[in-house]
């Protein structure tokens, strides 16, 4: 039984063995119809790129791009049509000035074809061309996300002369509507700015038309949209502009000077000057800024003429309760003129704004008319009595010998309102026949002063009408060097006669070899050696 089933499996191994194919039979069948695809695929890739390059030929590859025109996939044909209608699109618009108001940016004209029977030429050849330089061969790069950009020079033409009348034919173009323009100038002096200004150049409207036209032919053969013959300079221009430096110098000088304000306190006084003034001043002549520097030097003198006090006669209010008027002699103020005009013409270059006193050549003791103040020397040369007054009080008074009367007029002490002119001590008193020194010296006018007489045994009375000095007022030693300690340069003095000079005349000569009687002509000279005779 087991050898009968033994025998019954073998028997059906043996069959399933002689069903199962052989396995060379079946990769043979595989290959070749491997085979047999590749080949059926490159055939259909052989045609298709054969489709390619028969039809690229005649056409421009896709994303073929022709002076902004879409152009894939198209013959040369339409093409050159749609190119060529532009031409009646085209138009070139001319900008300059408006003829009438000189503004920019202002269309003078537009030159369309029909008006200058404009034609494109050399389109078709210049597409064929474009289309012959394509490698049809290589047609399949179109389709791998690649551009094909062109611009195309068209040749254009036209009839020149046609646009040379054109372009006459404006009213932009016509001389008769053209305007010259004016140079920007300086004004006259503006009471409302108070200075000058520069008034701008007036634009003109005058056109080279020739050279516009030869640029507007350039234009057109260039299809250019627009032209600006004002930023291609075809206009005349003023040659003098508002910002001429020139202009602008000379506008700021004078305004600067006329800028100028100089607030005096002339001896109390306010006195301005500013642009109210300085206009009669400033001008503008022959291209330039002119200051006129002598009415400066008058303006100054005008003023010291108002406004000094030096050598002016003066009411006085005597110690005795009744005023008298003297004469200034060398007191009160006195503006320096000179230095002053110097002064204020360079703060006018200069377009100061100050607060100042003029230059003083000589200073009273305080302001205004009343200039002498309440601290000064009175001398009443009657009463031969001095009185020294310290801010109103008097603190000091004394007898004291002044200008003999029988001598010559000279040895008179004069009368007025003096200023010190300064003090020393030790100083020598010199004359024909004699040198004395004193202590104390303190002259007030040339040679004139006061001083020391310790050879003196008296003073006051009327000592002085036949034994008098030589004109310089005599104190006791210890007066002068009291009156010392209080004055200073430019303390007053005030010298008067109230009853009138007794003056009665130099003595008759002496005889040859007659002497003086001691002690009846000084033995001062009032004159120190360091101080020289006037």
Same mark, same amino acid.
């Given at each position: ?97 408006? +003829? ?60 020149? &002369? ?13 001389? &008769? ?126 003023? *010291? ?14 110690? +005795? ?17 000179? &230095? ?48 020294? +007054? ?54 007030? +006018? ?34 002068? *060097? ?53």
């Amino acid at each position: 039984m087991e050898e009968r089933q033994t025998g019954e499996m073998a028997e059906t191994e043996n069959i399933l063995e002689k069903k199962k194919p052989k396995p060379k039979r079946k990769r043979k069948f595989i290959l070749t119809a491997i085979l047999l695809i590749l080949v059926a695929s490159l055939a259909v890739v052989a045609y298709l790129y054969y489709r390619g390059v028969v039809y690229y030929q005649t056409h421009f590859f896709p994303n073929t791009n022709i002076n902004g025109m879409d152009c894939g996939d198209m013959e040369a044909a339409p093409i050159i049509e749609a190119l060529e209608q532009r031409i009646s699109e085209y138009a070139l618009a001319v900008v300059g000035r408006d +003829y009438q108001t000189g503004e920019g940016d202002t269309i003078l004209g537009v030159i369309a074809p029909e008006d200058i029977r404009l034609n494109y030429v050399g389109t078709r050849e210049a597409v064929e061309s474009l289309l012959q330089q394509q490698d049809e061969f290589m047609w399949f790069e179109a389709y791998l996300d690649r551009s094909y950009i062109y611009t195309l020079e068209q040749d254009m033409t036209f009839d020149e &002369s046609l646009l040379n009348s054109t372009v006459k034919s404006w009213d932009a173009c016509k001389r &008769s509507n053209m305007r010259i323009p004016e140079n920007a100038y300086i004004s006259d002096y503006s009471e409302e700015l108070g200075g000058y200004e520069v008034i701008p150049e007036t634009t003109g409207t005058v056109l080279d038309v020739e050279k516009a036209i030869l640029l507007i032919v350039e234009a057109v053969g260039a299809q250019e949209a627009s032209i600006n013959l004002e930023e291609l300079e075809c206009y005349l221009d003023a040659t003098v502009k508002k910002d001429d430096k020139q202009l602008n110098r000379i506008v700021d000088n004078a305004n600067k000077w006329l800028g100028t304000k100089v607030v005096y306190d002339w001896n109390g006084t306010k006195v301005v000057l500013d642009n109210e003034t300085l206009k009669d001043w400033v001008s503008i002549e022959d291209g330039k800024a002119t200051l006129d520097e002598e009415a400066i030097g008058t303006f100054v003198k005008e003023q *010291a003429a108002s406004y000094d006090t030096y050598g002016r006669r003066r009411n006085f209010m005597t110690t +005795y309760g009744y005023e008298i008027s003297l004469p200034g002699r060398n007191y009160g103020w006195k503006t320096d003129v000179e &230095s002053e005009t110097e002064e204020l013409t360079k703060l006018i270059y200069q377009g100061s704004s100050i607060e100042k006193e003029p230059a003083y050549s000589i200073r009273a003791r305080q302001k205004g008319d009343n200039d002498i103040g309440n601290s000064y020397i009175e001398a009443d040369m009657n009463s031969q009595h001095l009185y020294l +007054y310290k801010d109103g009080a008097v603190v000091l008074e004394t007898d004291f010998v002044s200008g003999t009367m029988i001598s010559s007029f000279d040895c008179v002490t004069p009368e007025g309102v003096f200023g010190l002119l300064y003090k020393s001590t030790d100083a020598v008193l010199v004359g024909e026949t004699y040198r004395t020194p004193v202590k104390y010296w303190m002259p007030f +006018y040339g040679n004139y002063g006061m001083h020391d007489a310790n050879w003196r045994g008296a003073f006051g009375g009327e000592i002085f009408i036949t034994n008098g000095s030589h004109g310089c007022i005599n104190l006791p030693p210890s007066m002068a *060097a009291q009156i010392y300690q209080y004055v200073s340069e430019g303390f007053p003095v005030i010298c008067y006669y109230p009853q009138g000079i007794p003056y009665i005349g130099p003595p008759a000569v002496p005889e040859e070899g007659e002497i003086p009687v001691e002690g009846e002509v000084p033995v001062e000279g009032e004159v120190p050696v360091e101080v020289p005779i006037e």
